[in-house]
């Protein structure tokens, strides 16, 4: 595997899934496959889970690697081309990332989308350079418009969990401060749909997300009516998708927020959030405390589906 930002790079999803449970039960298998390889993680935004569960992934197969913190002490980089720098960029991205494909033999990107035009964040302008100029095979650490790594490991935990064939599996918005991409709940539904679970979306009007990511999932416009009989409740916000309305919040609508009555409605469903969570706001102290909150095992199984991916470009050397 040379690039992995969607899933449609993992290719047979069940061949992948078995491949995560063996290294689950044996995540040192591969410890020498990335003897004298070294992996560099390139951050464009914070991380916690990312930044340790992927280098613990490497770590695992041997690889040495270099953390690069793009605003925290390097250049401050120019990304658009046909610009006079005479501004407060003093390096330009198309010559930092064939320096930093220099350094290393796998890169992993993490930059959000930006908010502000729903072309250039959908067009995944910075992956996508990071690609054709590293000359290094490339993987998303949650690029503009997905989170593949959280994607994988949200279904990886689904499997471990579910009590029949094919669970129903809802995702719900709920309301945060600050504007969020659409890159995990995009994610989120394109992993479980090609899982093949009963998939339900459920949002208030206007946060309809791409259709390319929804596409086969139920969109429903009622919390409650969504929340009945589901396996898993997966929480997350995001700002609108559509229109002129891109990046922005449309509603702070408390009511959304997931919580104890509204989990009573499941069929006993076991709550997920990719993290970090925002409590009082999209879910209750209550609902993610409780004995039916996986997000923990969630989180933990990122470094499952970072070994498996990092093990997979590794053999593609
Ligand atoms: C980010 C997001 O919503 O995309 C990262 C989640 C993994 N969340 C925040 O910025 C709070
Ligand atoms: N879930 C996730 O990707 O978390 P971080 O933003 O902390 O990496």
């Given amino acids: ?43 464009f935004n914070s991380s916690l889970r990312t930044r340790l569960s992927t280098q613990k992934a490497a770590l695992n197969l041997g690889m040495n690697v270099i953390v690069l913190d793009v605003n925290a002490g390097a250049w401050k980089l120019e990304t658009e081309r046909g610009v006079i720098m005479d501004g407060d960029k003093p390096e330009h991205l198309l010559e930092a990332i064939p320096v930093m494909g220099c350094y290393c033999d796998i890169i992993g990107v993490r930059s959000f989308a930006g908010l502000q035009s729903r072309d250039y964040d959908y067009s995944e302008e910075v992956i996508g350079r990071f690609i054709k100029y590293s000359g290094r095979p490339v993987f998303s650490m949650e690029a503009a418009t997905g989170h593949p790594l959280q994607g994988f490991a949200d279904i990886i935990t689904i499997e471990e969990y579910k009590r029949s064939a094919r669970p129903k599996v809802v995702l719900t918005w709920a309301p945060h401060p600050k504007a969020l991409p659409q890159a995990v709940p995009n994610s989120f539904a394109q992993w479980s749909v090609a899982a093949g679970y009963e998939v339900v979306v ?20 009622d919390q409650d009516k969504a929340f009945e009989g589901a396996d898993f409740i997966y929480a997350k916000n995001w700002s609108a998708y559509a229109g002129d309305n891109y990046g922005k919040i449309l509603s702070a609508d408390r009511s959304w927020t997931v919580d104890s009555r509204k989990m009573a409605l499941t069929r006993d469903a076991f ?47």
């Fill in 271 to 317: 709550f997920m959030h990719c993290l970090p969570v925002r409590r009082g706001m999209i879910v209750t102290d209550e609902v993610i405390e409780s004995p039916r909150s996986i997000v923990i095992p969630e989180a933990a199984n990122r470094e499952i589906s970072a070994t498996v991916v990092l093990k997979r470009m590794l053999e593609s050397l």
């Fill in 202 to 221: 459920t949002h208030p009007h206007g946060y309809e997300l791409d259709e390319r990511f929804t596409r086969g999932a139920v969109i429903e416009y």
């Fill in 1 to 43: 595997m040379r690039y992995f930002t969607s899933v449609s790079d993992i290719g047979d999803l069940s061949a992948a899934l078995r491949e995560a449970s063996a290294i689950k039960a044996d995540r040192f298998r591969y410890d020498s496959l990335g003897r004298n390889k070294t992996l560099m993680m390139v951050f």
